[in-house]
T-cell receptor, first 111, second 116 residues
């Protein structure tokens, strides 16, 4: 089984709020975890990438992987209207294995 | 960073005609590219894995004779939708990974196909 579960939302927050996006996965063998942001009618853009477990921070974004609970999280601090998009979590194995995507969460940040 | 160029971004075609979509890795070589399909407000569905110099691997339920994939070089993969029908209307996206890096896939900007 290679599923990644993600609540599709939509999620609406005021500007400046902290946003928490979450996914669960079932395949423990896949150890690469990614978050993509997709604006309407555009291709997904890689936001964050982590290998195995732990935290990774990049500006206002923090990605977190908890392997014990098979939980992936993305936190957005000081959210901006420009963060309004669909956020997709993804998982993959090594080599050229394809990504397994969650359904994506639609986020709206209201000014 | 790695860039994947996808063309055309939008195409309208008549039923029964064929449409070719190109996916190019601009600054890296990609032995493997992936083709996805996305319906409105839904996630990406993997259609096939395109391998340079060999036949593509199709996901279950994807008609290989309808969606022809050619990966003739390390920087170019094409998807041809043959004898298109209105139900083929969708957003098609390709992706590739820089073989020199071990993380992250870069996506093209997508092609919106409308069959009338």
């Amino acid at each position: 089984q290679k599923e990644v579960e993600q609540d599709p939302g939509p999620l609406s927050v005021p500007e400046g709020a902290i946003v928490s996006l979450n996914c669960t996965y079932s395949n423990s063998a896949f150890q690469y975890f990614m978050w993509y942001r997709q604006y309407s009618r555009k291709g997904p853009e890689l936001l964050m990438y982590t290998y195995s477990s732990g935290n990774k921070e990049d500006g206002r974004f923090t990605a977190q992987v908890d392997k014990s609970s098979k939980y992936i999280s993305l936190f957005i601090r000081d959210s901006q209207p420009s963060d309004s998009a669909t956020y997709l979590c993804a998982q993959s194995g090594s080599g050229n294995s394809p990504l397994v995507f969650g359904k994506g969460t639609r986020l709206s940040v209201i000014a | 960073g790695a860039v994947v160029s996808q063309h055309p971004s939008r195409v309208i075609c008549k039923s029964g005609t064929s449409v070719k979509i190109e996916c190019r890795s601009l600054d890296f070589q990609a032995t493997t590219m992936f083709w996805y399909r996305q319906f409105p407000k839904q996630s990406l569905m993997l259609m096939a894995t395109s391998n340079e110099g060999s036949k593509a691997t199709y996901e279950q339920g994807v008609e290989k004779d309808k969606f022809l994939i050619n990966h003739a070089s390390l920087t170019l993969s094409t998807l041809t939708v043959t004898s298109a029908h209105p139900e083929d209307s969708s957003f098609y996206i390709c992706s590739a990974r820089d073989s020199g890096k071990n993380y992250g896939y870069t996506f093209g900007s997508g092609t919106r196909l409308t069959v009338v």
